[in-house]
């Protein structure tokens, strides 16, 4: 027969790491989305500007940014 006892052999995770890395993951997945509003916004408001301003067509703009 096989024992199933944790244990011996392997000590139970400690809580402080596995609250620590999730509170990571979090932190950053929020910042992505910050982060990518942030640029989103910056790149409306530059595509704006250059919409305003007598710029070269929204297609050579398209083509240096792709």
Same mark, same amino acid.
């Given at each position: @027969?096989?024992?199933? /006892?944790?244990?011996k /052999?392997h000590?139970?995770?400690?809580h ?19 982060? @990518?509003?942030?640029?989103g ?10 919409d ?15």
């Amino acid at each position: @027969m096989l024992r199933f /006892d944790r244990g011996k /052999d392997h000590p139970p995770p400690r809580h402080q790491t596995t609250w620590l890395s999730c509170l990571g993951t979090i932190a950053a997945v929020i910042g992505g989305f910050i982060l @990518m509003g942030v640029l989103g916004v910056g790149l409306a408001l530059l595509l704006g500007l250059f919409d305003t301003v007598n710029s070269p067509a929204p297609e050579a703009l398209a083509a240096i940014i792709a």
